[in-house]
């Protein structure tokens, strides 16, 4: 069975620093989908990025990238200029090319931004 | 355009009650769908997924049950609630195709007294 792992509870960061949150996975397969979600106080759950296993480039979205490395299983989130509005739970998610019905989620990184 | 609904917002319910929370999806067919828990430095516990009416899948033996009578309606329940069932419940849907996104409802705070 697939897992995820977040091992940071809790990470802060400067405004306008750089933070990044890791994420590493245990699979067998070698299709499959990761994604980072952000959930505010509001609770309210926000994609902010997904990869997918077969490309190679990084993806970005503005302020957020991550490092994707394959073979380590790796999967961190890298925020660019910290706003105050990053402040949240993050949290890393695996779904399977193969066989698409299971979400599976981390444990979460809460980041605080400090002024 | 997709919406998720999911009620009640919160809920406070003595030891032994029943519980029935109702999620419902709106613009899209035949979606996966999802209940997932999320407690305090346990992240997204997923607990039950459907990807069609009365097929369900359990993830965590336990105190509750899942049902989709309709094809976007994914409902959780339990008959006799226990402490521990506190937490926050979310819904979600995806799309069958894998590299799309979930999408979720407000969510369930449930507090079992």
């Known amino acids: 069975a697939q897992t995820v792992t977040q091992s940071q509870p809790e990470m802060s960061v400067q405004e306008a620093e750089t933070v990044t949150l890791s994420c590493t996975y245990d699979t067998s397969e070698s299709d499959y989908y990761l994604f980072w979600y952000k959930q505010p106080p509001s609770r309210q759950m926000i994609l902010v990025i997904r990869q997918e296993a077969y490309k190679q480039q990084n993806a970005t979205e503005n302020r957020f990238s991550v490092n994707f490395q394959k073979a380590a299983k790796s999967f961190s989130l890298k925020i660019s200029d910290s706003q105050l509005g990053d402040a949240a739970m993050y949290f890393c998610?695996?779904?399977?090319?193969?066989?698409?019905?299971?979400?599976?989620f981390g444990t979460g990184t809460r980041l605080q931004v400090f002024p | 355009s997709q919406t998720i609904h999911q009620w009640p917002a919160t809920l406070v319910q003595p030891v032994g009650s029943p519980l029935s929370l109702e999620c419902t999806v709106e613009?899209?067919?035949?979606?996966?769908l999802y209940w997932y828990r999320q407690a305090a430095g346990r992240g997204l516990q997923l607990l039950f997924y459907s990807v069609g009416i009365g097929q369900i899948s359990s993830e965590v033996p336990q105190n509750l049950s899942a049902s989709r009578p309709q094809d976007r309606q994914f409902i959780l329940s339990s008959k006799k609630l226990l402490l521990s069932d506190s937490g926050f419940y979310l819904c979600?849907?995806?799309?069958?195709?894998?590299?799309?996104?979930?999408?979720f409802g407000q969510g369930t705070r449930l507090t079992v007294v």
């Open positions: 998610a695996y779904r399977s090319a193969y066989n698409t019905d299971k979400l599976i």
């Open positions: 979600a849907w995806t799309r069958v195709s894998g590299n799309t996104e979930a999408f």
């Open positions: 613009g899209t067919s035949n979606p996966n």
